[in-house]
Each structure stands twice: as structure tokens, then as C-alpha cells.
């Protein structure tokens, strides 16, 4: 008889396993934070220069820019269009010393504990008009800071998890039922844990395996978030692409984070592109300035970074681009639709966009042998065009 097959384990991710995922606006007090969220949203949370100025979180929903998307709602020129959407939180400024309540640190902490990823804007513009909460201009420095507070609030917090269940624990000595096992694997992974933290690392950077990952993401850890750093440059910087603090910013995050992507961009240059509602006037004004937003790419690397894609369904009643995490299976990803598709689920039919475009429409696409029938075992990727079938007979389970 052949030996069986080895089944490759799917590893994990860290995160919450759902598609309806925030990304926070992090950084200290006067970094730009907030004109960045403005530009971002054409929101009006208050962007005044002074330390927390916005103490409630801003949340908005801003939508992904995706050429796929807009090249399918020409094709089928729907009643209806609906793009993917990220979500971003604007968080108040934190100084130094918020883990141990400085500021209003532990409130902004645990609004940073609610998103699932993070935009850490830090400052690399000189402006006397602008005050700086540590008094002077070091990035690095500010980079530091935050770093460190965040990672200090989840040495705080584990300890406080390591600390109840080691006594709980104890109590069950050596014995215990399957229940009482499996707590003291928990207890084994968080001390691993809290000794990584300690060491000055973030979670996010350490390899852990599946069952590591599932206990992690109950716990909800800052540093477990991927980051994304937004080095904010002043107008003339951008546009002459040319600024001393940049090299530095990218020296410490290859030293500290290797991996981790920064964007620089220039939040006065963005809020002055928002503020020009003409399509016209607005394309005038980047070609005489010479400098493109970067505002979709910061969108874009956003979405990305939360593990979220997105597949279309498109028809003359609506083009639309549903978000799921990655490696999500077609019946999980259907179940996005309606919990109906999911429990009825027979199959998905599947074209990929680039075949559409060159096949120019279905039929052409099937002739071709590109229209795909896959079943509960796929794993739907990015820009993929279903048409889920499905059947639903039983009632559903209470």
C-alpha cells in the first residue's frame, strides 16, 4: 500500500480572523496624524496644533483604488457600483510615558488595541509654527518612543495574563482533564510570549507555530499588528524628492523592523490636492507641481498589509468587489455574500480578470477553456470573478 499523502498545514496569520478589518492613524501629538486622515477621508476631524486635539477615535471608510474595478464597471456598466473599502481610525497623539497612563495614554492604548493594523505617521518637517511634544525635531527619536510604548503596554498586559493563568495552573497540579491540558499550553505560550516581549522584541517579528498563533490572537497584542510607517516631508521636500530625515527613518526600520514598508509623502501637499474638488483643476495642478498623491498607494499597502483581498462579481445590476482575508476557501468567501451561499455551497465558477480583459467577454472566455468550475477546496484569489452556485433545502440549524 503507498504511504499517505502528507498533508501541508496551512500556517496561520496573526490577526483576527474576520473581513471587516480597521487600520489605526498612530504617532505622536503634532505629527501630522489628523491633516493625514482629512486628506485621507475629506473628513473634518479637528486638526489643530495642539497635543490631543482628537481624543475620540475618527473612523472612516475610504475606498480601495483598484484599475481592475473601474475597468469592470465600463465592461458591465452597472445600476450599481461598489468598490472594496478600507477602514481607518484616527487615533490622538501619544507621548512618552503613555503605557504607565502619561497624557491620556491608556485610553489612546486601548483604542490601538482595537484596530488590526498601523499607520505610524512620524514627523520629517521643520516648522517653527508647528510645536514638537518633545520640544525638538529627532525622528528616530519619536520612532523610539512609540515603539516602545506600545511595546511596554503588552509586557503590562501579559504579565497580567501570565500571572492568572500560572495560579490557575497551580491549582490543578499535576492531574487535570482535557480542559486543564490545554490551559497549561496556554500558560507555556504566553510565558514564551512575555519573555519575547521582554526581551525588547515585537510579536509580530517572532516565528511561532499554529497552535502558538491561535493562543496569540486571543490576546490581542499591539505588537503583533503590522505597521506601515508614513514619513511626513513638507511640500517643498516631496516635490523636489529630497529630505535629510528620510535616510535615517529607513535605516532604523531596516534595524528594527526589517521588512516593514514606509511611504513618504507630504500631508500639506495632500490636504491642498483634497481640498481641489475639480477633476481638471486637480490634474493641472500635480502635472505643474510635479508631485503624484500618495495617497492610493497608502490606501492600497494599507489593505494589503491587513491580509485582505477582495473578489468581483460583476453584471448589468452592480459590479462589486467583495473583501475576504487571504487563503479564505470559495464556500467561507461566498458566505460573504449571504450565510446561504456558505451552507448551500456547490461550487464557484471562476474567470480571472486578466482572461476577461483579453477575451473580452464570458462566452469567449469559456471557447478558450479559461471559465473554471472549482469546489469547496479552492482558495479564492485576488481579482478572481465568481458566480457562486448554491442550494439551499434544509433548515438552517439553530
Known amino acids: ?31 501630522g496624524k489628523s491633516t493625514f486622515f482629512n486628506a485621507l477621508t475629506n473628513s473634518s ?48 497623539g501619544l507621548v512618552k510615558g503613555a503605557a504607565s497612563g502619561a497624557g491620556l495614554g491608556n485610553a489612546f492604548l486601548s483604542h490601538i488595541k482595537a484596530v488590526d493594523a498601523i499607520f505610524h505617521v512620524v514627523r520629517a518637517f521643520d516648522d517653527p509654527d508647528v510645536t514638537h511634544v518633545e520640544g525638538d525635531l529627532d525622528p528616530v527619536r519619536d520612532l523610539e518612543i512609540i515603539h516602545e ?18 495560579a490557575s495552573v497551580k ?73 535629510k530625515y528620510l535616510p535615517k527613518i529607513k535605516a532604523w526600520i531596516d534595524s528594527h523592523s526589517a521588512g516593514d514598508l514606509m511611504i513618504p509623502y507630504s500631508g500639506a501637499y495632500e490636504q491642498r490636492l483634497s481640498l481641489i474638488e475639480d477633476k481638471e483643476e486637480k490634474e493641472n495642478t500635480i502635472k505643474e507641481l510635479g508631485g503624484q498623491s500618495m495617497l492610493p498607494k497608502i490606501i492600497v499597502s494599507g489593505y494589503s498589509a491587513l491580509q485582505l483581498i477582495y473578489y468581483f462579481t460583476g453584471g448589468p445590476d452592480e459590479v462589486r468587489a467583495w473583501t475576504i482575508r487571504r487563503l479564505t476557501k470559495a464556500p467561507q468567501a461566498a458566505g460573504v455574500i449571504h450565510s446561504d451561499f ?57
Request: hydrophobic share 40%; glycine share 6%; with cysteine.
Open 1 to 31: 500500500m503507498p504511504p499517505k499523502k502528507a498533508v501541508k498545514e496551512e500556517k496561520l496569520l496573526l490577526g483576527r480572523p474576520s473581513n471587516n478589518l480597521k487600520i489605526g492613524v498612530v504617532g505622536l501629538p503634532n505629527v
Open 45 to 92: 476631524a479637528a486638526a489643530e496644533n495642539y497635543p490631543f486635539c482628537t481624543i475620540d477615535p475618527e473612523e472612516s471608510r475610504v475606498a480601495v483604488p483598484d484599475a481592475r474595478f473601474d475597468w469592470l464597471v465600463q465592461h458591465y456598466k452597472p445600476a450599481k457600483e461598489i468598490p472594496a473599502f478600507l477602514t481607518v481610525i484616527d487615533i490622538a
Open 149 to 166: 510604548e506600545l511595546r511596554l503596554k503588552d509586557e503590562e498586559f501579559m504579565g497580567r495574563i501570565v500571572a492568572d493563568l500560572s
Open 171 to 243: 491549582r490543578v497540579g499535576h492531574g487535570g482533564n482535557a480542559q486543564d491540558k490545554q490551559r497549561k499550553e496556554e500558560c507555556a505560550i504566553a510565558e514564551k510570549v512575555f519573555g519575547w516581549i521582554k526581551e525588547g522584541k515585537e510579536v509580530r517579528h517572532g516565528v511561532w507555530t499554529n497552535k502558538e498563533i491561535e493562543v496569540i490572537n486571543t490576546f490581542h497584542l499591539i505588537t503583533a499588528k503590522p505597521v506601515i510607517y508614513l514619513a511626513n516631508c513638507s511640500e517643498k521636500d516631496y516635490l523636489r524628492k529630497k529630505n
Open 342 to 398: 456558505e451552507r448551500g455551497f456547490i461550487m464557484a465558477e471562476v474567470m480571472k480578470y486578466e482572461d476577461l480583459k483579453e477575451f473580452g467577454n464570458e462566452t469567449q472566455v469559456k471557447a478558450h477553456g479559461k471559465y473554471m468550475q472549482k469546489g469547496k477546496e479552492y482558495v479564492v484569489e485576488d481579482g478572481d470573478i465568481i458566480f457562486f452556485k448554491f442550494n439551499v433545502t434544509a433548515p438552517k440549524k439553530k
